[in-house]
């Protein structure tokens, strides 16, 4: 069992920077593969970026956040973190931090790989 806890969304104008961070607890997050998705009203979720495990260290993000965002792990603190750069207002949406109980992450990001999930965090980017 794993738990995820998102923090650190908020309100920004466009151009704004915001980091989020997922607190993990249960198990040792490091061991597995992480995900931050988001989900506009009414849509599915979307992949924004994935993490590999410590021991398949590996990056990928969604070509409409490459070069804006960074996505970093910290395995002594368990957390995964999203710095968030260079906002849109198309960026606006809820965030969800997610754990694959699998080391290596897939390159074809989809919602039902996923095995857990935090609550979510709003992002809202105004123009």
């Known amino acids: 069992q794993v738990q995820l806890v998102e923090s650190g969304g908020g309100s920004v104008q466009t151009g704004g920077s915001l980091r989020l961070s997922c607190a993990a607890s249960?198990?040792?997050?490091?061991?597995?593969?992480m995900a931050w998705f988001r989900q506009h009203p009414g849509k599915e979720r979307e992949g924004v970026a994935t993490?590999?495990?410590?021991?398949?260290?590996?990056?990928a993000y969604a070509d409409f956040v490459k070069g804006r965002f960074t996505i970093s792990r910290d395995n002594e603190k368990n957390s995964l973190y999203l710095q968030m750069s260079s906002l849109k207002p198309e960026d606006t949406g809820m965030y969800y931090c997610?754990?694959?109980?699998?080391?290596?992450?897939?390159?074809?990001?989809?919602?039902?790989?996923?095995?857990?999930w935090g609550q979510g965090t709003q992002v809202t980017v105004s123009s």
């Open positions: 997610a754990v694959d109980l699998r080391a290596w992450c897939q390159s074809d990001v989809r919602a039902h790989q996923y095995d857990y």
């Open positions: 993490i590999g495990s410590d021991g398949n260290p590996s990056y």
């Open positions: 249960g198990d040792t997050a490091s061991r597995y593969c």
